[in-house]
């Protein structure tokens, strides 16, 4: 079992992005997510430039200098205003930050809107397949073909062991369960490609297990689903 996790581990592929973009949010849940990142990450670095720059000041400022007869600094008990401050500031700003992030993420957790396009997922050691309206199923299941600018409904469950259908690029992680049907959806504005993978160690070809995520016109959509049997 140690040498399936490790042989998972040292083949599992780079760090995931979208290859028609890196790193961008290409759906309405993925930007939200975006937003809410940033905005905790400048809200730590500033925190941690100012905690950590008074801190250096100060083992500067007072440090102590050999050689040097002097006594002992002012023994100081305390500032009750500065310790009532920095309890009631570091609240403030979390009660700031769950504001923000419910603000953001709750119209991403509502439903799909109307006229989404439903698509059938099913996980199966190690692979994605999926199932279109009217049933149809492509002849390369690796790969999900979207229309760009409507919103696609995927209905995920699993045919064996628990997997998690995960596209960084167009929103959070999505359990596939076997015996139950979760439901996630997005909407892509750009054509392009972009990938993702199970985030499950769900066996020892876990790192094989990808999922791409290929994003065409109307007219392309339109002539590729001609063709689907």
Sequence with gaps: MAGAVLLALVTAPPALADTAEPNTPAGPAAAAMDRVYHAALGVTVTIFVLVGGWLLYT?????????????????????????????????????????????????????????????????????????????????????????????????????DVQHNWWVPSLGPKIDAVPGRTNHTWFEISKPGVYKGQCAYFCGIGHATMLIEVKAVSAQQWTSYYGGLK
Excluded: C
């Excluded at 009532?84 to 993420?105: E, R, S």
């Excluded at 999926?130 to 995920?156: E, F, H, M, Q």
């Design 59 to 159: 083992a500067i400022r007072f440090r102590e200098h050999k050689g040097a007869d002097q006594p002992d600094p002012p023994q100081v008990h305390g500032s009750t205003r500065l310790e009532i401050g920095w309890t009631i500031v570091p609240i403030l700003i979390l009660i700031g930050l769950a504001g923000y992030t419910f603000h953001n993420l709750s119209g991403s957790d509502a439903g799909a809107p109307s006229g989404a396009m439903p698509i059938k997922v099913l996980a199966q050691q190690f692979s994605f397949s999926y199932t279109y309206p009217d049933g149809k199923a492509p002849s390369n299941p690796a790969v999900l073909v979207v229309p760009v600018n409507r919103p696609i409904v995927l209905d995920i469950t699993s045919k």
